[in-house]
């Protein structure tokens, strides 16, 4: 299962927009088991609030790859394939269209999640690929909530 998202198409949309419209990227995972062998599903979001009032349109991706992690309660090789794919987005979106992107992180920094593994890290990923300062949970939504409810919505 592979679907990418169109640049072009991202692109030709916002140009139907006002310049007032903000762009959100973000990324969420799902680890799950096939045949005995575990597979991690990327989910990848870019939402597009146009004019920053006129509610959002999604653009999304599917990714599907072997998941090779072997501490499923510090999932530090998951979550920063998340961070990957993300700055990955967000440089071939750079390139095409002219508005600010926020970047989402699905990760929170409470100690009590093993998403915590890695907040300093994918956040340094970030500013160093991107040159943007990433949001991370509770303020993510990009990832938190469109990644996440995407890939329910293609299945």
């Known amino acids: 299962m592979k679907k990418e998202i169109d640049v072009n198409e991202v692109a030709a949309f916002l140009d139907t927009c006002g310049p007032d419209t903000k762009v959100y990227i973000g990324a969420d995972s799902e680890r799950f088991q096939i045949d005995g062998n575990w597979f991690a599903d990327y989910i990848l979001a870019v939402v597009i609030h146009i004019d920053g009032c006129h509610g959002c349109k999604i653009f999304g991706a599917v ?8 501490k ?9 394939t ?8 967000y440089l071939k979106l750079y390139e095409v269209i002219p508005h600010d992107i926020q970047v989402h ?29 990433p949001l ?19 299945a």
């Open 72 to 80: 499923k309660n510090r999932p530090r090789v998951r979550l920063m």
């Open 105 to 133: 992180l699905d990760i929170n920094p409470s100690e009590m999640h093993g998403s915590s593994c890695v907040v300093n890290e994918a956040i340094g990923y970030i500013k160093g690929t991107c040159n943007v300062v």
């Open 63 to 70: 990714q599907r790859e072997r998941d090779y992690e072997q």
């Open 136 to 154: 991370i949970k509770p303020k993510a939504f990009a990832a938190s909530y469109a990644a996440d409810r995407f890939k329910s919505l293609v």
């Open 82 to 89: 998340e961070v990957y794919k993300v700055a990955d987005l």
